[in-house]
């Protein structure tokens, strides 16, 4: 599986962004999927997940409410749709592939065991 995120922007606070994420690959379906962010001198860490069913999504705290994940299994893409925007979301987005759920709520150090990762996009909030 090969994925690539695009869809990251400039954008002034309270706007909204819409991220995609493409993946090749026939077995798409079967991983779940995720977003992580990395600010400037900071950790990657944990943004948002779905299930390859599609019937369950975790969120972090920081973005609850704000983001909603999804995705369409027919068109091998993972959506993040990314309201009321704040300064403090600026980062760089990846979306990742797992067929563990659980790997998508590892530590910062052991991330480096998800199956697939995608390049990055930069998302700037403006205040």
């Known amino acids: 599986v090969q994925l690539q995120a695009c869809g990251g922007g400039l954008v002034q606070a309270g706007g909204s962004l819409r991220l995609s994420c493409a993946a090749s690959g026939r077995t798409f379906s079967s991983y779940h999927m995720g977003w992580f962010r990395q600010a400037p001198g900071k950790e990657r860490g944990f943004v948002a997940a779905i299930t390859w069913s599609r019937r369950s999504t975790a969120y972090a705290d920081s973005v609850k409410g704000r983001f909603t994940i999804s995705r369409d299994n027919a068109k091998n893409t993972v959506y993040l749709q990314m309201n009321s925007l704040k300064p403090e979301d600026t980062a760089v987005y990846y979306c990742?592939?797992?067929?563990?759920?659980?790997?998508?709520?590892?530590?910062?150090?052991?991330?480096?065991?998800?199956?697939?990762w995608g390049k990055g996009t930069q998302v700037t909030v403006s205040s």
């Open positions: 990742a592939a797992d067929p563990v759920w659980a790997t998508m709520f590892s530590d910062t150090g052991d991330l480096a065991n998800m199956d697939y």
